[in-house]
């Protein structure tokens, strides 16, 4: 079953919806955006498309999928897949710098056995020192608007070392039995990409539509695991 297939019973959705559970009226309205009056019936359900065409926030969108249903290498290929979307905004404000990109080119490399885990966690240490400058570039700037443009540009960074960092541990999970718990817990970490989406939302329109466009073709090209 493709991902875009998979439907949520209310019962579900009301004990796997985050902040939503103190907040009935943005959970129904998931319901109302598909035209449907069942919000109260136990048995009534919501589809990944349902949610996807809702208007309830991006980022909450990513929160709910990235937390209930992707797996360890779905959240890693999402993260990898924002990182790509927003680091232009990144670029235009720091063109010369080119570890951010390069920790996302070692990232993939690595997931596809091109790269060595030595080489990921040296593009990983490089991109999260340029990434922790530009938060402090986004607390200088006095100008809010600037601000909040450059502090995107932070949040495109991080995602990046997210990545990097989830493909790392999910490969320490792989080799250390007892430590799986705890890597698996931070490879799935979905707040950096939620993180992203949400720094997105008013500042960069193109990059909000990207990243909107980008999970629903994910969820339609990728299986329920």
């Not at 493709?2 to 998931?30: A, P, S, W």
Request: aromatic residues 12%; charged residues 20%.
């Amino acid at each position: 079953m493709k991902i875009i297939d998979k439907t949520f019973t209310t019962i579900f959705i009301k004990n796997n919806c985050g902040c939503y559970k103190n907040t009935k009226g943005k959970l129904k309205q998931v319901y109302q955006d598909n035209n449907k009056t069942c919000f109260e019936e136990a048995e009534c359900s919501v589809s990944v498309s349902d949610i996807l065409n809702s208007n309830i926030p991006l980022k909450d969108k990513y929160w709910f999928f990235c937390n209930n249903m992707f797996t360890i290498k779905q959240n890693q290929l999402i993260a990898i897949n924002c990182a790509e979307i927003v680091l232009p905004i990144y670029e235009k404000n720091y063109p010369n710098d080119k570890k951010i990109a390069d920790c996302i080119k070692i990232t993939k490399g690595y997931l596809n056995g091109n790269n060595t885990k030595e080489e990921l966690l040296s593009a990983r240490s490089a991109a999260n020192v340029n990434a922790n400058a530009a938060y402090t570039d986004a607390l200088r700037v006095s100008n809010v608007d600037v601000a909040a443009y450059v502090y995107v540009a932070y949040a495109a960074a991080t995602v990046a070392i997210y990545a990097a960092r989830a493909a790392n541990y999910a490969a320490h999970a792989t080799n250390y039995a007892a430590d799986a718990t705890n890597y698996a817990a931070d490879a799935t970490n979905y707040d950096v990409v939620v993180y992203a989406a949400a720094a997105c939302y008013t500042i960069d329109v193109d990059a909000n539509k990207q990243l909107l466009e980008m999970l629903m073709e994910f969820c339609k090209n990728n299986d329920v695991e």
